[in-house]
């Protein structure tokens, strides 16, 4: 079965373009998270969703973010616009049931703001 | 004070040492505990889930949580290079809770 698939694996785009991530969790799984990770910061949830309903977006760190997850099978991540500092490693999850249960991530965006 | 502290090394070690890697954490209510690994240039991996106190052994690894100093630990026997990665440590309150995570350790083991 295939695990988590995210798109692109790279991007590299100057500063205050819009830039879109995406994300297609596993087929069955009822959650799916958005992280981004840093050297300074390690991993952070930005948002989360269930069901496709988003639970909890207070890690999105600004207004220029925002998620949304249109079916059970994808999920975008959108930054507009975007700076430097939004430069990181970008990982989408997913996972069947409560929250003892693993979750499954994608290999990552790697984001370069420039 | 984060709620959950990892020293993020890098730890490095000969091949075939005993590798301890170690969490700390604040909250007394957390009960699920998980150990990631981590490989570069890819997305973190379950390796390793205990629920509250106690030892879980899984082949070459050992996850051992003492709720009472708030402190987990990882360790690995016989260690290869092909473990070589960072290992993230997370923790929940209880499934209808999210993982809180540690800053993850990077570990090197020479061949």
């Known amino acids: 079965d295939a695990g988590v698939i995210q798109s692109p694996r790279h991007e590299v785009t100057e500063m205050g373009q819009e830039v879109t991530l995406r994300c297609k969790p596993i087929?069955?799984?009822?959650?799916l998270f958005w992280y981004r990770q840093t050297m300074m910061r390690g991993l952070e949830l930005l948002i989360y969703f269930n069901n496709n309903v988003p639970i909890d977006d207070s890690g999105m760190p600004e207004d220029r973010f925002s998620a949304k997850m249109p079916n059970a099978s994808f999920s975008t991540l959108k930054i507009q616009p975007s700076e430097p500092r939004d430069s990181a490693v970008y990982f989408c999850a997913s996972r069947y049931g409560q929250g003892n249960q693993p979750q499954h991530f994608g290999d990552g965006t790697r984001l370069s703001i420039l | 004070q984060k709620e959950v502290e990892q020293d993020p090394g890098p730890l490095s070690v000969p091949e075939g040492a005993i590798v301890s890697l170690n969490c700390t954490y604040s909250?007394?209510?957390?009960?699920?505990f998980m150990w990631y690994r981590q490989y570069s240039r890819k997305g973190p991996e379950l390796l390793m889930y205990t629920y509250s106190s106690g030892n879980k052994e899984d082949g070459r690894f050992t996850a051992q949580v003492d709720k009472s100093s708030k402190y987990i630990s990882l360790f690995i026997r016989d260690s290869q290079p092909s473990d070589s990665a960072t290992y993230l440590c997370?923790?929940?309150?209880?499934?209808?809770?999210?993982?809180?995570w540690g800053a993850g350790t990077k570990l090197i083991i020479k061949p």
């Open positions: 087929s069955g799984h009822d959650y």
């Open positions: 997370a923790m929940s309150k209880g499934s209808n809770y999210q993982l809180i």
């Open positions: 909250n007394s209510a957390f009960q699920y």
